[in-house]
């Protein structure tokens, strides 16, 4: 009898150790795959980009990102160019890992909920090493845009680039801008007293002291810095300053970008033109009741516009159903309407309000998983749905998630304002 017991107790030994090894192996190969997986994402966006198949659990040296030793100067533009490479990599190598992250979470939490408990620990081991790779990633980060900012600045200080009769810009000038892939930034700038342009969405751009050339790649690299991920910028330049107002139309409410918008010379703007180039709008607004309004023979007229019907191409014949051509003056008022929000309350580890996309189908189990899942105590047979009815009462609407999770029964998908409410179990001791 001792013998058999020894021996159950070796070979229990055993297996823990094969188990341990098993486990360090799969977190292993996580590791390597993330980084690879990201260069593989990031060369298909660029195809013309190689692939740097770095070696997973190699320290990124000052050659692999374009750093040289200390003291050593950086000079010309392809090493500055192969940092700004470098850094692009590894900001798609961040993303990768925080999409990785944002999956196996919402793994885990199924798992949990349906109480497998290794499989959920298994996840968020998966987790943390990817949290790990993500502050390192970030760590060379900050180092690589340090540099790029050093030989920028060297740049400008000394003039690199200038060719013979090619001049620098000045304070007071024009510069119209074009970028390729988003034309609501394409636009007049003046060059301010301080020696910058402000643009929409990303605030002041230095440009003065630079070639045309330089302020070409530093509005490029100030775009794919917040707004897009390529930029391909041209600007052309005009001798001495323009102080003629022109014609200006009136953007207020919930455009991106609020602000008096320019109209350029020799067009005729229209409502989904202007709305379209002055830089789009914000998640909120309410397309089927945009506003026009002008002064006509000296009152005051206002018109609604369903520019989502138009957008739609749903045109109708005559009336305000078609694009409107606006004048100098005209006020555009774009008003915030329903958010399609559904809330979640109760016995979920965070309760509040979650917004519905355009085409989305929430259901009350992903409304649950949204929330982080179900709290201690919860009751999963007794969750119901509050929603409101066309006569102003409220409807209670019942749902067993125990039988969703088993698949004998549907879920129910959401609509707009609706309430999920998760109670506590009846004996929660």
């Known amino acids: 009898m001792l013998n058999l017991l020894k021996t159950n107790r070796i070979l229990s030994s055993v297996f823990a150790a ?32 190689p692939v740097n198949f770095r070696a997973p659990n190699a320290t990124l040296k000052s ?18 160019e192969s940092l ?9 190598e961040i993303r990768y890992s925080q999409n990785r992250i944002e999956a196996d979470r919402k793994r885990a939490q199924v798992h949990q909920s349906l109480n497998q408990a290794e499989e959920a620990e298994r996840l968020l081991t998966q987790i943390r090493d990817a949290e790990g790779r993500i502050r390192a990633n970030r760590a060379q980060l900050a180092q690589i845009e340090d540099e790029v900012n050093r030989l920028q600045s060297n740049t400008s200080e000394r003039g690199q680039g200038l060719t013979m009769g090619e001049e620098v810009i000045l304070p007071g000038e024009n510069l119209e801008v074009i970028v390729n892939e988003d034309a609501g930034f394409n636009n007049r700038y003046v060059v301010r007293r301080g020696g910058y342009i402000i643009m929409p969405g990303i605030g002041r751009v230095s440009v003065a002291g630079k070639t045309v050339t330089q302020a070409e790649r530093d509005i490029s690299h100030a775009l794919r810095q917040t707004q897009l991920k390529r930029a391909t910028v041209t600007v052309e330049r005009f001798q001495g300053v323009s102080d003629e107002p022109g014609a200006v139309i009136y953007l207020a409410g919930e455009f991106r970008n609020p602000r008096p918008f320019k109209i350029p010379a020799g067009t005729s703007p229209t409502l989904i033109s202007v709305m379209l180039s ?10 089927t009741r945009v506003k026009i309004m002008r002064v006509a023979r000296n009152k005051p007229v206002a018109d609604e516009v369903n520019v989502k019907r138009i957008l739609d191409g ?31 309350t109760g016995r979920v580890k965070r ?17 649950v998983l949204q929330s982080g899942g179900f709290d201690h105590f ?3 047979s007794r969750i119901h749905i509050l929603r409101a009815m066309p006569d102003g ?33 009846w004996f929660s001791w």
């Open 18 to 49: 094969l188990l341990l090894a098993h486990a360090n192996l799969v977190i292993a190969q996580n590791e390597q795959k993330a980084p690879v997986a990201a260069e593989v994402a990031a060369a298909a966006a660029d195809p013309g980009k």
């Open 63 to 80: 050659s692999d990102s374009g750093l040289e030793a200390e003291g050593t100067p950086i000079a010309g533009g392809s090493d500055l």
């Open 84 to 92: 700004i490479d470098r850094r692009d990599s590894l900001e798609a």
């Open 278 to 287: 002055s830089g789009g709008w914000t998640d909120r607004a309410d397309l």
């Open 314 to 344: 749903n045109i109708g014949a005559g009336g305000l159903g078609a694009d409107i051509t606006l004048t100098e003056g005209d006020v555009i008022v774009l008003p915030s309407g329903s958010l399609n929000l559904v809330y979640v």
């Open 351 to 367: 309760p509040g309000s979650y917004r519905i996309t355009e085409g989305e189908k929430l259901t009350v189990y992903g409304a």
């Open 378 to 380: 919860a009751s999963l």
């Open 393 to 425: 009462t409220k409807a209670k609407i019942p749902v067993d998630i125990k039988e969703v999770q088993r698949g004998r029964k549907p879920d129910v998908i959401l609509q707009a304002n609706d309430i999920v409410v998760v109670p506590e179990k």
